[in-house]
């Protein structure tokens, strides 16, 4: 995210049953490597990159940004969660302004089946909430990306709208802010 507001960035880790989400470290290149290059996780992205490429290009720490979320399994990465800022231009918004927050997030094809992206996703949106509590969230995903949909519905994010975008049906859904008590 460009702009987390309040939220010192990184924040400690966090921790859940399983996993443990953190910032990008050195040791985690290579996974992010096979994570680009793999032919499953491009299906709904834009497809795989060359492994040559992004080893000529990936950076000694890769994903050292505010907003990325490094998701470890006995201290080996197996996957990445992103809240960016949804750009303007783009379609799908559900403020006037745009720029909603943005839950983004892909894992190595090992970690697939496991419940590991709810239980890291969940742990990210707990802390944006606690981090940002009027802000609402936001994800989109292709609609025949079956998994990515039912995680959504799993998660609390509604339908908002579907639209073209990258030659594919996307789906909009969020997750509204919690309502403060009265």
Same mark, same amino acid.
């Given at each position: 995210m460009t702009e987390l507001?309040? !939220?010192a960035w990184p924040p400690a880790p966090i921790r859940t049953e399983r996993l443990e989400l953190r910032a990008s470290e050195a040791r985690d290149r290579t996974a992010f490597i096979e994570l680009f290059?793999?032919? #499953? &996780?491009g299906t709904y992205v834009g497809g795989a990159r060359p492994r040559e490429e992004l080893d000529r290009a990936m950076p000694d720490v890769p994903g050292r940004r505010p907003g990325l979320f490094v998701v470890t %399994?006995?201290?080996s990465m197996i996957g990445?969660? +992103?809240l960016d800022r949804r750009a303007a231009e783009r379609p799908g918004h559900v403020r006037p302004e745009a720029g909603e927050a943005e839950l983004g997030y892909m894992f190595l094809p090992a970690a697939w089946g496991h419940g590991y992206a !709810? #239980? !890291?996703? +969940? !742990?990210v949106l707990d802390w944006f909430t606690t981090a940002l509590p009027d802000e609402p969230v936001i994800l989109s995903t292709q609609t025949a990306n079956a998994r990515a949909m039912r995680l959504a +519905?799993? %998660?609390g994010f509604t339908? &908002?709208?579907r639209f073209e975008e990258y030659d594919a049906e996307q789906w909009l859904g969020v997750r509204p802010s919690p309502t403060p008590p009265r």
């Open positions: 507001g309040s !939220a290059a793999s032919p #499953e &996780v %399994l006995d201290g990445m969660i +992103t !709810a #239980e !890291a996703c +969940t !742990a +519905t799993k %998660l339908e &908002v709208e």
